[in-house]
């Protein structure tokens, strides 16, 4: 890569590197993540002064780098990622790297960790902090031996001249590396990839070892002096409020500091009302709680059902779409002259994150302000949620952020966090609020649950000439739930000539939030296997039916500004995947292969699943071979496998067994025991992984390989044994077969 040059300054913000001591600090972000790569600013010395969070580099005369993960940990593997890219600008041996997890802080820009975002927004920058760093201690090394800084390298966390064959260590640099200037971006090289020692090999989670013996890493891990210990009960109706509870009761139990009524808020995302329990250790709160009786108010809620969204569902279906998201040509005519017309309704239900460890928080609210500690992926989100809710200025929130048991996009939300703020204030100590996984599988923010009316059609030719889909999903208010928005351009919209894609909401009152790649999670199984079922009903191959839709253009543009998708990756992904499958074999009834890609969060994945259906309808998932597209560099190998194999176990988890049942306006399950997660028996017997890198930006890997796992596997069912599912979870259908 060439380093670009600094054409606009003024577009840009840097923050200050310092030198601390005798050691070396240098950090930087730009506050827009579309502009091009940044300038490094000077220096601004402040001897004296301890390590400063809004830097990313910090280089002791001991020779440690420490280096600052900014993103939230969430099981993906951005901690040892991130800073990996800067590692390997820097030249500095793995070994010789310390990673410290940034608190919150906007030195460090936007933190979240959602959306696939963290690697394409910040993948570019951290290669130039690295670099720049580097490039300061060849310079540094220069000036000490009195030499052109061209007959420099750095490499093992020194640097060597090449003629002499004299090194220095980084340790010994740092104190003069921090009274250069720093260099233009003009002057600094970013490392050609071909060669990079770090970049694309497997390097282990800096976390594995603490992880592994079980010290404290987690938000459930934070201890603090003189904590107390809460649990909230909320009302089991969404948005019920408390009339009485027997608070003196509670408050007269063993351990019990105090027990009080919380208002709230009517924002179903956040501070809901409810009773909290503070006590002097979690088994006092949990004890106490089996003990509260609360009265509830339970409100218009207490009315809904899913059974009753289905009839409703069932009735808006005869109905036109409340809004329509595309419409090219005339689609009745084109399904009254197809030569096959297949009509089908699919459906799935509401489902839960049910991240291994419940949401909690801790909270010590003094002096005017308060301190957070928070398994969050939206660090930045939870402040304003508490800006908005207690009316505190932002530099009076202090959040440090730890390492979450999972997210999936579940700790987006910051309801957790403000409940704990909220019994902070109160009691005036610090409080630890942890949610049980009753807590946790009811009061979730779901995945909203969805229906889908297709007719399509084919020619004479087998070639698809139709399509009309009617969704009917859910809404809070009217607000569309997360990944409950149909694109115009959702595939095989601007693919196929006579296309009419209609939305239609129920209002409901079950909150909902992003989960693992929202919308994509299910559309990629409607579409993909609507697809299928077109390509069996024109006697086509799917894989060739599929290449056939895509045709031959590079690029398909997106509408009125949307998505554009890079049409030679998607066919490429899909012949790679056939080849390396083995796609097309022969194999005996009972045995299947399915098919499916899909692009979402900027990855282009495909994936087969070759599936064993007995004649008794137990289903086997043989093998799963994904070939996955996200551009030029994979960062961390082991870590992109991970996300890929994590991707198809969850994916088929959520495909066989979960579901949701909504009775009065409340969750029916409780826990694993009703609501039942995949196990070793259930997984695919393997899974193959192949990466094609490709000439594109770096992207990230936590969502996209998951949506095209439920329609190969549903395919491959059909595959198997002629029937076609069409309703989440697989757990509803028969698959017998004889």
């Not at 820009?109 to 720049?132: I, K």
């Not at 976390?207 to 938000?219: H, I, Q, S, Y």
């Not at 909401?505 to 199984?525: L, N, Y």
């Not at 998708?565 to 998607?570: D, G, I, K, T």
Request: aromatic fraction near 8%; include cysteine; hydrophobic fraction near 40%.
């Amino acid at each position: 890569m060439n380093a670009p040059v600094l054409n606009n300054p003024g577009r840009r913000k840097f923050l200050r590197n310092s030198a601390i001591g005798s050691g070396l600090v240098l950090g930087f972000y730009l506050q827009s993540t579309a502009s091009a790569l940044g300038q490094v600013a000077k220096p601004a010395s402040t001897p004296g002064t301890d390590f400063v969070p809004n830097a990313f580099i910090r280089i002791a005369p001991d020779g440690t780098v420490t280096l600052i993960s900014k993103q939230p940990e969430i099981g993906q593997g951005i901690k040892t990622s991130l800073p990996a890219v800067i590692a390997e600008e820097l030249e500095v041996r793995w070994q010789d790297v310390r990673i410290v997890q940034g608190d919150l802080n906007p030195a460090y820009g936007r933190q979240s960790a959602g959306g696939s975002t963290s690697t394409p927004t910040n993948y570019e920058e951290f290669h130039r902090l690295g670099a720049t760093a580097r490039t300061m201690l060849v310079e540094a090394a220069a000036a000490t031996w009195g030499v052109p800084s061209s007959e420099c390298y750095a490499a093992d966390s020194a640097v060597h001249h090449r003629s002499s064959k004299r090194k220095l260590g980084y340790g010994h640099l740092a104190a003069r590396a921090a009274t250069l200037p720093v260099p233009p971006a003009s002057a600094v090289v970013l490392k050609d990839p071909k060669d990079f020692k770090l970049l694309g090999k497997r390097i282990s989670g800096v976390d594995n070892p603490a992880v592994l013996t079980g010290k404290p890493l987690f938000g459930i891990d934070v201890q603090l002096p003189g904590l107390l210990y809460a649990v909230y009960e909320k009302s089991p109706v969404f948005g019920g409020k408390v009339i009485r509870a027997n608070l003196d009761a509670i408050k007269a139990l063993p351990g019990v500091r105090d027990a009080f009524v919380i208002e709230g808020t009517a924002n179903l995302n956040g501070l809901l009302p409810g009773v909290a329990i503070v006590a002097e250790s979690t088994w006092a709160a949990f004890s106490a709680r089996k003990q509260l009786r609360v009265e509830w108010d339970e409100g218009k809620v207490a009315s809904e059902n899913w059974a009753g969204f289905v009839a409703r569902a069932n009735e808006l279906a005869r109905q036109p779409g409340a809004s329509v998201q595309r419409q090219d040509g005339d689609v009745a005519k084109a399904l009254a002259g197809a030569a096959k017309t297949v009509e089908a309704a699919y459906s799935y239900p509401f489902i839960s994150h049910t991240s291994i460890e419940p949401q909690n928080c801790t909270a010590h609210f003094k002096d005017g302000g308060v301190e957070i500690w928070a398994p969050t992926q939206n660090p930045n989100s939870a402040q304003d949620a508490v800006v908005r809710d207690f009316g505190l200025a932002k530099d009076k929130i202090v959040i440090h952020i730890t390492r979450s048991g999972g997210g999936f996009g579940r700790r987006l939300s910051s309801d957790y966090v403000v409940e704990a703020v909220a019994i902070a204030q109160k009691v005036g100590a610090p409080v630890k609020l942890t949610w049980s996984r009753e807590d946790d599988l009811r009061h979730d923010h779901f995945r909203p649950g969805g229906f889908h009316f297709l007719r399509g059609g084919v020619d004479a030719a087998g070639k698809l000439v139709a399509w009309h889909n009617h969704f009917v999903t859910f809404a809070n208010n009217g607000k569309t739930g997360s990944g409950g928005s149909l694109s115009g351009d959702e595939f095989p919209g601007r693919w196929v000539e006579n296309c009419r894609l209609e939305q239609t909401a129920i209002d409901c009152g079950v909150p909902m939030g992003p989960w693992r790649a929202p919308g994509s999670c299910v559309f990629a199984w409607v579409f993909h296997s609507f697809i299928d079922e077109l390509a069996h009903a024109a006697g086509r191959d799917p894989l060739e039916f599929r290449l056939e839709l895509l045709g031959n253009r590079d690029e398909v543009p997106g509408s009125n500004g949307g998505q554009a998708y890079n049409v030679s990756r998607m066919r490429n992904v899909l012949r790679a995947v056939a080849d390396k499958s083995g796609w097309g074999k022969k194999l005996p009834r009972g045995r299947g292969q399915g098919i499916a890609f899909h692009f979402s969060h900027r990855g282009y994945i495909a994936e087969v699943a070759e599936v064993t259906v007995k004649k008794t309808g137990e289903l086997k998932v043989d093998r799963v071979t994904v070939v996955s597209d996200i551009g030029a560099q994979i960062v961390n190998l082991s870590g992109a496998e991970n996300q890929v194999q994590g991707s198809v176990v969850d994916g088929l988890g959520t495909l066989m067994f979960q579901e949701l049942d909504i009775e009065r306006g409340r969750i029916v399950q409780s826990n694993f025991n009703e609501y039942p997660m995949i196990r070793i028996p259930d997984a695919p017997t393997k899974i193959d992984v192949h990466f094609l890198k490709t000439n594109y930006p770096v992207t990230g890997l936590g969502e996209p390989a998951l949506p095209p796992l439920a329609p190969a596997v549903c395919n491959a069912i059909f595959a198997a044994t002629g029937k076609r599912v069409r309703q989440f979870p697989l757990a509803r259908s028969d698959l017998r077969w004889s």
